[in-house]
């Protein structure tokens, strides 16, 4: 049997989203191995689920935050306790913007940008929870993080210091940012149609009213050329069909490759209360030269350099090459 058939089976016998992971990163190390994560296995994510349990451990991380003002101020014990911190996703008290990313995930987005050629760099995280890309990240990387909740920009700023986190919209990071400042972007996308009055903060896209639409969009200007995004996404960025949903991936398909994407199995985010699926997207900006010339370029010639890939536009990836990649 060939590597590549062996490594097919081994995938097929995967039964769990955390196994899958591990063998995909398996794929990627060599005798030159991939630079080694920051943790060798993350302290992050819940120790027990349950809504009762994460309300408890939620508001633990309350009174912590309300007493500690430095990342020197921490315990072991209250350090244990904020790495559970799991956002207010599926709680009481709801977000639907909080549904945390699951540690083996943030692995497997980090060896997907690896396989593509990253390494290290400054690393824009735009809505960065608690923290779980920091926590993940391979060694060189600087992250530089944003969340509009306060609770999880502040646990992730106290058990991150090297990075730099902030508590605000994305629209002013996004205002107070010039464009191609990072070397890649990492996340979790919030989604939905209530930016709320942040989006006048950004005059150019308050006509946008999908959450995770103006984040694809701006983050592809804030990153260099040639820099990569990682993102754990809503389906729809990848398979909704229907005139907006084409125009939004042209508009992307002008800033950026599309490289390919997987979708996750329902119970992915089990543990944050939901069976929401997601997929995860990978692109490539262009190189700077074509972006300056991309708008001079006839429609049809981007369409027969498959810049503008049809499978792509019109929400059958899924259907066609996608189909492979749907775990």
């Given amino acids: ?34 630079a080694p994560y920051k943790r060798t296995s993350s302290d992050y994510g819940l120790k027990a689920t349950g809504k009762r349990t994460r309300e408890k451990i939620n508001e633990q991380c309350k009174e912590i935050l309300a007493r500690v003002n430095s990342p020197e101020q921490l315990t072991p014990e209250d350090t244990a306790v904020l790495l559970q911190y799991s956002g207010r996703g599926g709680l009481t008290e709801n977000s639907q913007y909080e549904y945390y990313t699951p540690t083996h995930v943030a692995e497997g987005v980090w060896d997907a940008l690896k396989a593509q050629g990253f390494v290290n760099g400054n690393v ?46 994305f629209e002013r990071v996004v205002m107070n940012t010039q464009d191609d400042t990072f070397d890649s972007c990492v996340g979790n996308v919030p989604f939905g149609n209530a930016r709320g ?39 729809n960025i990848v398979g909704n069909k229907g005139r ?19 979708k996750l199995p329902s119970k992915t985010f089990a543990a944050q209360g939901t069976d929401t699926v997601v997929d995860v997207v990978v692109l490539k900006k ?14 049809e010639t981007l369409k027969s350099a498959n810049v503008v890939w049809d499978e792509f536009i019109k929400g059958r990836y899924w259907e066609g090459e996608g189909r492979k990649f749907i775990m």
């Avoid at 909740?149 to 902030?166: C, F, M, Q, R, Y």
């Fill in 1 to 34: 049997m060939s590597i590549l058939s062996d490594f097919e089976k081994q995938i097929r016998e995967t039964t769990s989203t955390a196994d899958l992971f591990s063998l995909l990163a398996s794929l990627f190390v060599t005798d030159n191995a991939i």
């Fill in 124 to 169: 824009l995280d735009p809505c960065c929870g608690a923290g779980i890309f920091s926590g993940t990240k391979p060694e060189g990387v600087i992250i530089t993080g944003n969340d509009l909740d306060p609770t999880g920009s502040k646990v992730a700023a106290l058990l991150n210091p090297e990075d730099h986190i902030t508590e605000q919209p």
């Fill in 197 to 235: 009055a942040s989006m006048h903060e950004d005059p150019a896209y308050k006509s946008e009213k999908l959450i995770e639409r103006y984040f694809l969009l701006r983050i592809l200007d804030k990153i260099k050329p040639g820099g990569l995004a990682c993102l754990v996404c809503p389906t």
């Fill in 244 to 262: 907006k949903w084409e125009e939004f991936r042209i508009a992307v398909s002008k800033k950026a490759e599309f490289l390919g994407a997987h």
């Fill in 286 to 299: 262009h190189s700077r030269d074509f972006l300056n010339r991309v708008e001079e370029i006839p429609f």
